[in-house]
């Protein structure tokens, strides 16, 4: 009787910061809930969450050793023993995940490799193999590196003339070329040039960052569910639906492969940040990891703060329901903070990130909760404040971000807002830009066979499980909490209250936030999807997520906990061996299958210009051969594939009209309004058969310049000029007065653009 007394005397006297604090704790906590929705409950809850703020660097850190020794004397185990145990859990764990990333850096190195055959290739062919924007961001990374000094080559990317023609540009700013900064800077620092190439050492880069990419989550999901099996599993699923978690397949260079390992460390921190009982420690570890990361990740990706509003939203609705350190979350909006203002001074102020919807989200909570902290607790504004809270920041954050928009000039991406209206069926459109958008595979809905590949991988099935189990349990404790009843300080497996845990509920929130992206438009699955695998896993290796349902079902022929611990285990070794036996044979042959990318048009076509066209060229055609031309000649392009720039998108419709139905005369006055000599024409755009009718550049083009009549369901092209691309080839008049073909193979046709035009009919 006197052991049982001791530890609930220290629980008392810890519940607050002396004794005359937890008589009122205790008073408060016998209280019956005589009514759900009153606002006195929820705020004494938030008090008992500030409080225990305060106390969890100091009396926790005190009495949790002495609380684990006594219960471990009561077990038999000697602190020494305990100590051994958890250094080795912790010692193969960090192991597991540091392997786990190294391998999958590895394993993207030899698919690589095996793809493109890049070991026995010239370097023009590999940097044929980088297409669109990629093929821009790795050229201006050898331009950092021909540069006299780094101080040259930054000054040279940030004053631009020789890219784009008639056009200065802030390559650094207008790119996010940071990546590129940073992989020059430690080729060069790191003595490289005479121990690797330039181009393995560049992708070298990327490979590493996407095997931080899989520690990260591998440690989120260990974190979560305290067993490092869970990181094994989360790893599995990522790779074996490599597909849908990342684009490094196709875009090496690509902003987000950059970008999102940082994110994913981020998120990993932020989960170890928001955990209740964190000792002191710890938590400045966590705290530092998400200013770091946080900062870094806006830096890399322009449309980072875009990824960081919807984290913060999640934030946000974790705080409303008080189901989280207010203390905790609001520090967090201080990282935001931060790191915008400073992502403003050092990327040349950046006038998107002040008009951001993050900014506004984050200074009108932050006006609200003080706004709410100094009304007094007892007054009727008070309460009409705690209930009316949501609608109050969104109000504040919606009118401030019509403010900043309205007062400071900017150009956040305008085409955006245009692309939403439409996708969204607000507005209807016949511009080419926004029709080509639409048309694009990762701005549409996703397929029936992402799903499907989901559902092969076992993937899908558990994440619903999951979801439905934490959500049920989170709407549980929302209740509660409406009805006055505060949270655990300590949850144990017992309980079965998953749902209490606030970084549970911040991957919830988080992930079905993602997911009504991802079932809007393809290409955000590549955000969702990874933390798919990371929560399927942490769910099916946690005990309290087994241990919550089987509180709902009420099981007695069988102890619950038990049984809990059993599934824990069994599940994801059942999950782990059936992948192993099916989906192992196919990466191997992955790794072993001999694949052949060649394109001997484009090297040959590459080839000419280098040594038959004048350095002063300026060439002209689609967007994404500008690209490669840029990267493998150096020759300066009338248009680039990049689309945060309504002057670029512009040009990139205007030199599409070589595919249209106008006269020679018109295309003449564009081309050479952008001073080009060379036109450049793609037969498999020219003559392209689409799976989509409508969705070919071509039929594009015939809607925005008016050349298509619908009629009763019916469309009718019509024009009194012929599709340029076809009449050029004719080499007849008028066309040959202004081109003259000066080289062609199968699938490029190059004309010199006339100086002197003679009008022979």
């Known amino acids: 009787m006197r052991e049982r007394s001791r530890p609930r005397g220290r629980r008392e006297a810890g519940g607050g910061t002396g004794g005359a604090d937890a008589s009122p704790r205790r008073e408060r906590r016998g209280e019956p809930a005589a009514g759900c929705g009153h606002g006195p409950a929820m705020e004494e809850g938030a008090a008992d969450l500030r409080q225990r703020k305060k106390q969890n660097c100091t009396e926790s850190d005190k009495m949790a050793p002495e609380e684990r020794n006594k219960e471990n004397s009561k077990l038999g185990r000697s602190p020494k023993y305990m100590l051994i145990q958890r250094f080795a859990k912790l010692f193969f764990g960090c192991l597991a995940a540091v392997t786990s990333g190294m391998m999958y850096a590895v394993y993207l190195s030899t698919y690589h490799e095996r793809k493109f055959w890049f070991s026995s290739r010239q370097e023009l062919e590999r940097e044929i193999t980088f297409q669109g924007d990629s093929a821009i961001y790795y050229s201006f990374y050898k331009e950092l590196l021909k540069a006299p000094s780094f101080e040259r080559g930054v000054y040279e990317l940030t004053h631009n003339n020789k890219t784009i023609s008639l056009k200065t540009i802030n390559a650094v700013q207008q790119m996010t070329l940071y990546p590129e900064l940073i992989a020059s800077v430690l080729y060069q620092a790191s003595g490289s040039e005479e121990v690797i190439e330039p181009v393995y050492f560049y992708i070298g880069i990327v490979f590493g960052l996407q095997g931080i990419y899989v520690t990260a989550l591998f440690?989120?999901?260990?974190?979560?569910?305290?067993?490092?099996?869970?990181?094994?599993?989360?790893?599995?699923?990522?790779?074996?639906?490599?597909?849908?978690?990342?684009?490094?397949?196709?875009?090496?260079?690509?902003?987000?492969?950059?970008a999102l390992p940082y994110f994913a460390c981020q998120v990993a921190a932020l989960t170890g940040y928001l955990k209740k009982n964190l000792n002191c420690s710890a938590e400045k570890f966590c705290y530092l990891l998400v200013n770091a990361s946080t900062y870094t990740f806006m830096m890399m990706w322009e449309y980072s703060?875009?990824?960081?509003?919807?984290?913060?939203?999640?934030?946000?609705?974790?705080?409303?329901?008080?189901?989280?350190?207010?203390?905790?979350?609001h520090e967090v909006y201080r990282i935001y903070l931060f790191s915008v203002i400073v992502g403003y001074l050092l990327q040349f102020e950046n006038s998107a990130l002040l008009v951001s919807p993050l900014l506004s989200l984050v200074v009108a909570l932050m006006l609200s909760k003080s706004l709410q902290m100094n009304m007094k607790k007892s007054t009727f504004v008070s309460r009409l404040l705690k209930v009316m809270y949501i609608y109050l920041v969104l109000t504040v954050a919606v009118t401030l971000n019509f403010l900043l928009k309205m007062f400071i000039p900017h150009k956040e991406n305008g085409h955006l807002l245009k692309f939403i209206e439409v996708k969204l069926g607000l507005n209807t459109t016949k511009n080419f830009t926004m029709n080509w958008l639409l048309c694009q595979e990762s701005l549409q809905a996703p397929s029936q066979d992402f799903f499907l590949r989901l559902t092969q991988s076992s993937l899908l099935p558990f994440y619903i499980l999951v979801l439905i189990i934490c959500l049920f349990s989170v709407t549980q404790v929302i209740f509660r909490r409406i009805c006055g009843e505060p949270l655990k300080e300590t949850i144990k497996l017992e309980d079965g209250r998953i749902g209490e845990r606030p970084e549970i509920v911040y991957h919830v929130i988080h992930t079905i936030l993602l997911g009504c992206l991802a079932m809007c438009l393809e290409g955000m699955k590549y955000l969702w999807t990874p933390y798919v695998c990371m929560l399927a896993a942490f769910g099916v290796c946690s005990p309290e997520l087994w241990m919550t349902l089987f509180k709902w079902l009420r099981l007695k022929a069988v102890h619950p906990i038990l049984l809990a611990l059993i599934l824990s285990m069994a599940v994801p070794t059942i999950i782990g061996f059936s992948l192993w036996k099916e989906f192992f044979p196919r990466i191997m042959?992955?790794?072993?299958?001999?694949?052949?990318?060649?394109?001997?048009?484009?090297?040959?076509?590459?080839?000419?210009?280098?040594?038959?066209?004048?350095?002063?060229?300026?060439?002209?055609?689609?967007?994404?051969?500008m690209g490669v031309i840029k990267l493998c000649t150096g020759w300066m392009v009338s248009s680039l594939p990049l689309y945060n720039d309504d002057d670029l998108l512009k040009?990139?419709?205007?030199?599409?009209?070589?595919?249209?139905?106008?006269?020679?005369?018109?295309?003449?006055?564009?081309?050479?309004?952008?001073?080009?000599?060379?036109?450049?024409?793609?037969?498999?755009?020219?003559?392209?058969?689409?799976p989509v009718r409508g969705c070919r550049v071509k039929d594009l083009l015939d809607i925005a310049n008016g050349h298509v009549v619908c009629e009763e369901g019916?469309?009718?092209?019509?024009?009194?000029?012929?599709?340029?691309?076809?009449?050029?080839?004719?080499?007849?008049?008028?066309?040959?007065?202004?081109?003259?073909?000066?080289?062609?193979?199968?699938?490029y046709f190059v004309y010199r653009i006339n100086t002197v035009i003679s009008f022979q009919s």
Request: net charge negative; proline share 3%; hydrophobic share 40%.
């Open 219 to 258: 440690v989120t999901s260990w974190v979560m569910s305290g067993t490092w099996l869970a990181g094994m599993l989360t790893v599995a699923w990522f790779i074996i639906n490599r597909t849908d978690t990342t684009r490094i397949d196709y875009s090496i260079p690509s902003r987000e492969n950059w």
């Open 305 to 329: 703060h875009y990824l960081l509003f919807v984290q913060a939203v999640s934030l946000f609705l974790l705080d409303s329901f008080a189901l989280a350190q207010t203390e905790k979350v």
């Open 589 to 625: 042959t992955e790794l072993t299958e001999l694949q052949e990318f060649y394109d001997p048009d484009t090297v040959e076509l590459m080839t000419w210009i280098k040594r038959q066209a004048p350095v002063a060229a300026v060439f002209a055609g689609s967007p994404q051969l």
């Open 651 to 690: 040009r990139n419709e205007n030199i599409y009209q070589i595919y249209s139905k106008r006269s020679a005369e018109d295309i003449y006055k564009i081309l050479t309004s952008y001073k080009a000599n060379f036109l450049v024409i793609e037969d498999s755009i020219c003559n392209e058969v689409g």
């Open 714 to 747: 019916d469309n009718y092209a019509y024009s009194k000029y012929g599709r340029f691309c076809h009449e050029i080839k004719m080499n007849y008049s008028p066309y040959v007065n202004y081109f003259t073909r000066v080289y062609w193979n199968r699938s």
